[in-house]
């Protein structure tokens, strides 16, 4: 508003300098055109967010609908967020070229808040009532541990899930592992048969690290959440035998080849195309999995811990939720109208997902239902959902940004099959205390 009263105020000025030397007295009231204030407050803004499945676009195309009646003098430039562990916008950043509005998770939050490259939106909640509109549960998603506010989040808890394909496993005679030995059973099973026992889509780092959480919390709860905080070691007994584990994996046959140029997308259609016996995501790909695989898609509760203590540990669960959601630049020419832009179009896109996608992770207050009610899978992780006794955090979670870049170039080396047990303990120690 500021720039259209300076720009009114200098149309002004220089009307009456120009009667002035005419030798006439200025009669601002009739020499100054009205404006058309609805074509000149049109606003685009430019949007960097996730629009590439139907679980995706779906809540997205929602939320830019209902905000048409909420500001309706706004319209949305969208640029697909790249599957690349957040080097874009890194990149966007760096050559202070950033969108009005993006996707941004804890890293990025940590990151942007050193090189003031993320407005804070502390007022803007306060003034649109954000806080009030949330789950007390759902609240502390919301700050960081200084209790500020820099993006807004749209979902809830997740929960990593190791997805199976029940026909898959029917057809090659394989049991459904419920401890570590069956599991890597089954993994040589799969690839004796020409299966590929995990899809994992390791073109993107943070698949990798989850199945190591996954692998870790069976010993100790807090799973990489611990190494992040600075509060263990790789070295412990959970992150050691993790790694070992993972390794012996690996040199299994656990992953698929070329694994570390597949996609989300590419992974999700091997295994809903029955080439994949598993597949390793978020429970965000329940929709997808349950509208496209039917009852043939089940989830398997951490089958990777030993024996003896299976089932005790089955629902410590890797995941969880995280502060980040929709961000704002602070060098945005229309910074305050992105910032309850964004605001807004978080909580919508929020309602979008359990409308349209029937998302059973809910952090508002007045919940919608989903308008086609959950599919199968989806009702059995809300039942299972009671059971969960701690939470992790999901890799781009991590606080601490020199640990997260570390952890996750180890891991990928360990995948790699070329590397010992040794020296990723040992790199990944020095790198735990280098980023103290």
Request: with cysteine; aromatic share 10%; glycine share 6%.
């Amino acid at each position: 508003m500021k720039t259209k009263f300076t720009k009114h105020f200098c149309m002004v000025l220089t009307a009456t300098f120009m009667f002035t030397l005419a030798g006439c007295a200025p009669k601002v009231a009739t020499t100054v055109t009205p404006k058309d204030t609805t074509a000149q407050d049109k606003v685009v803004l430019r949007v960097y967010a996730q629009y590439s499945a139907d679980d995706e676009k779906q809540p997205f195309d929602y939320a830019k609908a209902e905000m048409q009646k909420i500001m309706p003098n706004v319209e949305l430039d969208l640029e697909v967020m790249a599957q690349d562990d957040n080097q874009k916008i890194k990149t966007y950043a760096a050559t202070n070229n950033l969108p009005d509005i993006f996707v941004a998770t804890t890293d990025i939050i940590e990151s942007f808040k050193k090189s003031n490259n993320i407005l804070k939106l502390n007022t803007y909640i306060q003034e649109l009532g954000i806080e009030n509109q949330f789950l007390p549960s759902s609240l502390p998603l919301l700050k960081d541990t200084n209790g500020d506010t820099w993006a807004i989040p749209d979902a809830g808890q997740f929960a990593a899930l190791l997805y199976y394909n029940k026909d898959v496993f029917t057809k090659n005679n394989v049991k459904v592992p419920t401890n570590y030995t069956e599991f890597l059973s089954a993994v040589k099973k799969f690839k004796a048969n020409g299966i590929v026992p995990l899809a994992l889509f390791a073109k993107e780092k943070w698949p990798g690290v989850q199945l190591f959480d996954i692998l870790a919390s069976r010993e100790d709860p807090k799973g990489i959440t611990k190494l992040d905080l600075g509060e263990g070691k790789a070295s412990d007994p959970a992150f050691k035998n993790a790694a070992t584990k993972l390794l012996e994996l690996v040199k299994a046959g656990l992953l698929p080849k070329g694994a570390f140029n597949l996609s989300s997308d590419d992974a999700g259609a091997q295994f809903k195309q029955g080439k994949a016996a598993m597949y390793l995501s978020g429970a965000w790909s329940m929709s997808d999995l349950g509208a496209t695989m039917g009852d043939n898609v089940g989830i398997l509760y951490y089958p990777v811990a030993d024996g003896s203590n299976a089932s005790s540990v089955q629902w410590n669960m890797s995941g969880g939720g995280y502060n980040s959601g929709l961000a704002v630049s602070p060098y945005s020419k229309n910074k305050d109208i992105a910032a309850k832009y964004a605001c807004q179009f978080a909580l919508k896109f929020a309602e979008g997902r359990i409308i349209k996608r029937g998302d059973p992770n809910p952090i508002l207050k007045n919940t919608p239902k989903p308008e086609s009610g959950y599919n199968a899978i989806q009702q059995q992780y809300v039942n299972d959902s009671a059971k969960f006794k701690t939470m992790t955090c999901f890799d781009w979670g991590i606080t601490n940004a020199k640990f997260k870049a570390g952890i996750e170039d180890e891991v990928n080396t360990l995948l790699s099959g070329d590397y010992t047990v040794d020296n990723f303990v040992k790199n990944l120690d020095k790198i735990i205390d280098q980023a103290k």
